[in-house]
Nanobody, 131 residues
Framework: EVQLVESGGGLVQPGGSLRLSCAAS????????MSWARQAPGKGLEWVSG???????YYADSMKGRFTISRDNAKNTVYLQMNSLKPEDTAVYYC?????????????????????????WGQGTLVTVSS
């Protein structure tokens, strides 16, 4: 059974940092692309970043500069380092797995996690940026 478990969310002040983790199991992590998406209260899904099986990365234009995605294949874990957080970063953050060939499709076509290009996703972790 494929499982993705996000952690690391919480309350942080504007300008602060958080590192989210997503622990994966039930599939060949090292051969899979991974991605992060978020959904703010009352808004649609927004894809944040993705990382290919070879470690190369992709970021949505609006996410470049403050967010960094990385992976540790030995731990079957993908990370999202978030710096200089703003109140508008408040959202539930989800990780998802897909094939390398489908990673860009997530960003271009998928308006929800329930998308053909997304193989599985976690339950999400809430990030609240507030003073």
């Amino acid at each position: 059974e494929v499982q993705l478990v996000e952690s690391g969310g919480g309350l942080v002040q504007p300008g602060g940092s958080l590192r989210l983790s997503c622990a994966a199991s039930g599939f060949t992590f090292s051969s899979s692309a991974m991605s992060w998406a978020r959904q703010a209260p009352g808004k649609g899904l927004e894809w944040v970043s993705g990382i290919y099986s070879d470690g190369s990365t992709y970021y949505a234009d609006s996410m470049k500069g403050r967010f960094t995605i990385s992976r540790d294949n030995a731990k079957n874990t993908v990370y999202l380092q978030m710096n200089s957080l703003k109140p508008e970063d408040t959202a539930v953050y989800y990780c998802a797995t897909t094939k390398d060939d489908d990673l860009l499709l997530l960003f271009r076509l998928c308006v929800s996690l329930h998308c053909n290009a997304s193989d599985a996703w976690g339950q999400g972790t809430l990030v609240t940026v507030s003073s």
